[in-house]
């Protein structure tokens, strides 16, 4: 199972990026899939999971009304739109796969991927 995560890079506050994972070595339609943020010195951060079949989403209060989580199934692929970005969204973004779909900030997933940097700079 890989999961690889790309499209970060440098993006001013206020502006916008989408970040995609994509995922090949599972059946990916039956992974409810997360993304997760880490920051230098801070724990791991819950940011979104959608569930299998896209039409269910739950987000972490901190990004809750600024990013969107989607997927395409035909493509093995998730996305995280994120728009309205503050500095304190800088992180490494990394996606993971579960086979249940929870929404528990604490949920355990069976695969992890790379990350990918988003700096945030004012």
């Known amino acids: 199972v890989q999961l690889q995560a790309f499209g970060g890079g440098l993006v001013q506050v206020g502006g916008s990026l989408r970040i995609s994972c994509a995922a090949s070595g599972l059946t990916f339609g039956s992974y409810a899939m997360g993304w997760f943020r880490q920051a230098p010195g801070k724990e791991r951060e819950f940011v979104a999971v959608?569930?299998?079949?896209?039409?269910?989403?739950y987000y972490g209060d901190s990004v809750k009304g600024r990013f969107t989580i989607s997927r395409d199934n035909a493509k093995s692929t998730v996305y995280l739109q994120m728009n309205s970005l503050k500095p304190e969204d800088t992180a490494v973004y990394s996606c993971?796969?579960?086979?249940?779909?929870?929404?528990?900030?604490?949920?355990?997933?069976?695969?992890w991927g790379q990350g990918t940097q988003v700096t945030v700079s004012s």
């Open positions: 959608v569930s299998m079949s896209g039409y269910s989403t």
């Open positions: 993971a796969a579960n086979r249940v779909y929870d929404t528990s900030p604490r949920a355990s997933y069976e695969y």
